[in-house]
């Protein structure tokens, strides 16, 4: 099976383990992900699988959006409610407070990743060193807070929720972090669901029991999307059988025979008959297409 299907991670599980679960249900080796969400995250998790899995790297990194809840009062070393408190505070701050903090971290921010992530650190994972009590330096990140809305608050159980449209990278348990030290209060992410990713809505996405339904009931191909639909930001061309042929080989195709202006970039190249062959690329003074990547089912 080839493509991507669009997952709505459940809660409790690691991203490995979700797409192992895919793997198992579609009866599919191949499989990869488009971005991990941590375990207890819910939301859009693109599967990419089989052949499809060789234009991970060149899927468009898409902006995200997710809808979070947070609590006031304390932190935890995870800055979510799954990790160990560190601190506590009284809480001074009401919903207006909240609202004036939120707006100061639209924009262009730095971020310091948390401890508790898949950032890579001299080859190591921060996470396997915060889990041997190990706290590294570790350098801020510029992202961007496109837009956060302050949704509601709960007076029943303390719970904020904000939905926030970001940058590729932006960690929302950080993002709520610092808006407990702007509040003087801490705050600690209680939920996180990821609304959209990759160009991707969490309507479209399926949980693991629909997948099972879908294949329990022959309808699984319906909801397998062709990996050239994530690929349509990059310019198309449409070449000859002959040019299909040669581009399949890995050979190069002459621009002025493809009838495409001469324009440095990456492209997608299909076949007379609109079949996928897989992505090419125009580079700065030169008079060809190159192969970057060519597609195959298996």
Same mark, same amino acid.
């Not at 991970?56 to 070393?77: C, E, M, N, Q, W």
């Not at 060193?129 to 949704?151: M, P, W």
């Not at 949980?207 to 339904?213: A, I, K, P, Q, R």
């Given at each position: 099976?080839? *493509?991507?299907?669009?997952?709505?991670?459940?809660?409790?599980?690691? $991203?490995?383990?979700?797409?192992?679960?895919?793997?198992?249900?579609? /009866?599919?080796?191949?499989?990869?992900?488009?971005?991990? +969400?941590?375990?207890?995250?819910?939301?859009?998790?693109?599967?990419?699988?089989? *052949?499809?899995?060789?234009?991970?790297?060149? +899927?468009?990194?898409?902006?995200?959006?997710?809808?979070?809840?947070?609590?006031?009062?304390?932190?935890?070393?995870?800055?979510?409610?799954?990790?160990?408190?560190?601190?506590?505070?009284?809480?001074?701050?009401?919903?207006?407070?909240?609202?004036?903090?939120?707006?100061?971290?639209?924009?262009?921010?730095?971020?310091?990743?948390?401890?508790?992530?898949?950032?890579?650190?001299?080859?190591?994972?921060?996470?396997?060193?915060?889990?041997? &009590?190990?706290?590294?330096?570790?350098?801020?990140?510029?992202?961007? !807070?496109?837009?956060?809305?302050?949704? %509601?608050?709960?007076?029943? /159980?303390?719970?904020?929720?904000?939905?926030?449209?970001?940058? $590729?990278?932006? @960690?929302?348990?950080?993002?709520?972090?610092? !808006?407990?030290?702007?509040?003087?209060?801490?705050?600690?992410?209680?939920? +996180?669901?990821?609304?959209?990713?990759?160009?991707? /809505?969490?309507?479209?996405?399926?949980?693991?029991?629909?997948?099972?339904?879908?294949?329990?009931?022959?309808?699984?191909?319906?909801?397998?999307?062709?990996?050239?639909?994530?690929? #349509?930001?990059?310019?198309?061309?449409?070449?000859?059988?002959?040019?299909?042929?040669?581009?399949?080989? &890995?050979? #190069? +195709?002459?621009?002025?025979?493809?009838?495409?202006? /001469?324009?440095?970039? !990456? @492209?997608?190249?299909?076949?007379? #008959?609109?079949?996928?062959?897989?992505?090419?690329?125009?580079?700065?003074?030169?008079? %060809?297409?190159?192969?970057?990547?060519?597609?195959?089912?298996?």
């Amino acid at each position: 099976m080839t *493509g991507i299907i669009l997952l709505d991670k459940p809660k409790d599980i690691t $991203s490995f383990l979700a797409i192992a679960k895919v793997r198992r249900i579609v /009866n599919e080796k191949k499989a990869g992900h488009t971005g991990t +969400l941590d375990p207890m995250a819910t939301g859009v998790m693109p599967v990419v699988l089989g *052949g499809a899995t060789r234009f991970i790297d060149y +899927l468009p990194s898409h902006d995200k959006t997710y809808r979070a809840k947070f609590v006031l009062g304390f932190k935890t070393d995870t800055l979510d409610i799954t990790g160990k408190v560190v601190d506590r505070f009284d809480i001074k701050a009401d919903c207006n407070a909240v609202k004036t903090a939120l707006e100061g971290f639209v924009g262009e921010i730095e971020q310091l990743p948390p401890m508790y992530s898949a950032v890579l650190k001299d080859g190591v994972r921060l996470y396997e060193l915060a889990r041997k &009590g190990i706290e590294v330096e570790r350098e801020k990140r510029r992202v961007t !807070i496109y837009s956060a809305r302050f949704d %509601s608050y709960n007076e029943q /159980n303390g719970e904020y929720e904000i939905t926030v449209e970001c940058s $590729s990278g932006t @960690y929302i348990r950080a993002l709520v972090n610092d !808006i407990g030290d702007a509040l003087g209060c801490g705050a600690v992410l209680t939920q +996180l669901q990821r609304t959209s990713a990759n160009g991707f /809505n969490i309507e479209d996405c399926l949980s693991l029991n629909e997948l099972e339904e879908k294949v329990k009931n022959g309808e699984i191909e319906s909801v397998v999307i062709p990996i050239e639909k994530a690929l #349509e930001s990059y310019s198309r061309v449409v070449v000859t059988q002959a040019q299909a042929n040669r581009f399949r080989n &890995g050979g #190069e +195709l002459d621009i002025e025979r493809l009838k495409i202006e /001469n324009v440095p970039g !990456i @492209y997608t190249a299909f076949s007379p #008959e609109n079949e996928f062959l897989g992505l090419g690329q125009i580079i700065q003074d030169s008079d %060809s297409l190159k192969v970057k990547k060519v597609f195959v089912k298996k």
